[in-house]
């Protein structure tokens, strides 16, 4: 009987190495944070902002799980429909959110009027369905002075 091993996508690396040890004479390479599913996807959109003069986070807008109610409890005092990446440029503040969907997911009205607001504060709003389609929309913008 053999064993077959699940390979993993050839723009998977470790968390460890996209983590350059200097920023001043490391290289980021883009093969070196893709990653494939939302969770990962957020994690290498956040690892190439953070090291291209943005200062992001992930969002944190998941309720408090209770164990006696087996349910997931709303937060009191968090706003609906805040995007997956929140932040700002460092260079002048500007604010930025990127709500990451992957798949079949798609944006409630709360996301969609967080970002269309956004937008018309003059910050910077994205949605993105993966690493490389993030980078394409970036690409894009910048090369055309929207960011």
């Not at 209770?66 to 929140?86: A, E, M, T, W």
């Not at 009205?109 to 369905?129: D, H, N, P, R, Y």
Request: aromatic share 10%; hydrophobic share 30%; net charge positive.
């Amino acid at each position: 009987m053999t064993t077959t091993t699940k390979k993993r996508p050839q723009c998977w690396m470790d968390r460890k190495a996209i983590k350059p040890s200097n920023k001043k004479t490391d290289q980021l390479r883009i093969e070196d944070i893709c990653l494939p599913d939302a969770n990962s996807t957020t994690t290498s959109i956040i690892t190439y902002l953070n090291y291209n003069g943005f200062h992001v986070w992930r969002n944190n807008t998941h309720g408090v799980y209770d164990v006696k109610k087996q349910v997931f409890r709303k937060l009191q005092y968090q706003q609906r429909g805040v995007s997956d990446i929140i932040g700002y440029r460092k260079k002048d503040a500007k604010f930025i959110a990127i709500e990451v969907k992957i798949g079949t997911d798609t944006m409630s009205e709360e996301q969609e009027g967080f970002l269309i607001g956004l937008k018309e504060s003059t910050g910077i709003s994205m949605v993105a369905q993966s690493f490389d389609d993030f980078l394409k929309r970036w690409e894009y913008r910048k090369a055309n002075g929207m960011i």
